[in-house]
């Protein structure tokens, strides 16, 4: 009868100590999900704010490269204006010079529309390599907390089993013993 409660006793232990590495198994995996689900989302939500900040960005250059264009046409037709103004108040006297002013000022007003063109262009270039650069640094930091929590998973399976080979380790020197007893 002794032999008999010693080992209903052992096995006892060992069953309580199986469920209770399975209890706190089950617990750390369930803490490690949470902070795996916090850590992308985290990452998610920096990806948005980041696209947000860049798209803000460009429609600001944008806008600031269409003013300038604006004003750059918008002076250059009022020089040519003047320059006309100028030319035909001075036309009997100086038809030839006021022709050349004309041009003058019309090849600049193209270099102008040009130049800001190009500026316009090289402001959205810009924003884009900013924007693509944002999100891929994201994903890097989104893939590396992934590749943590997979790791952390794996090091809690591992501890799991050998719980579970502790266990059941101890259950068999329990029987052994009450059989060699």
Known sequence: AALEKAKQEGEQAASALREKTKAEGLKTLAA???????????????????????SDRLAKELAAAEKSKQDQLAAAGKARQESE?????????????????????KAEEN??????????????????????????????????????ANAKFAALEK?????????SALREKTKAEGLKT
């Open 85 to 105: 103004k100028a030319g035909q108040e001075h036309l009997s006297k100086s038809e030839q010079g006021a022709a050349a002013r004309a041009e003058k000022v």
């Open 111 to 148: 270099a102008k529309l040009v130049a800001a063109q190009k500026s316009k262009q090289d402001s959205e270039q810009a924003a884009e390599d900013r924007l693509i650069k944002s999100q891929k640094e994201a994903f890097s930091r989104m893939e590396k907390a992934k590749a943590e």
């Open 32 to 54: 490690l999900e949470k902070a795996k689900q916090d850590s992308e989302k985290a990452a998610q939500d920096r990806l948005a704010k980041s696209e947000q900040a860049a």
């Open 159 to 167: 501890a799991k089993q050998e719980g579970e080979q502790a266990a």
